[in-house]
């Protein structure tokens, strides 16, 4: 079983993702296994290889981590 590290993201999904609050692109964090947008200052969580598009779910980002 691979765990969460390991699990890949379909670089298409990838393409049409948006943040849900602010409808701004998302990018992806390989590392973090996170889809982050800059505008909202958020960074949503996938797990197993799913994308978890729920502000709720998300975790607040610091300005360093964000880009400008």
Do not use: F
């Not at 670089?11 to 998302?26: G, H, N, S």
């Not at 958020?42 to 729920?54: E, F, K, Q, V």
């Amino acid at each position: 079983m691979a765990s969460t590290r390991d699990a890949s993201v379909d670089p298409k999904l990838l393409e049409i993702l948006v943040c849900p609050l602010t409808k701004a692109p998302l990018r992806y964090d390989r590392e973090r296994q996170e889809l982050i947008s800059d505008k909202a200052g958020l960074a949503y969580p996938i797990r197993d290889g799913i994308p978890i598009m729920l502000v709720d779910e998300a975790r607040e980002i610091d300005d360093s981590e964000r880009r400008k």
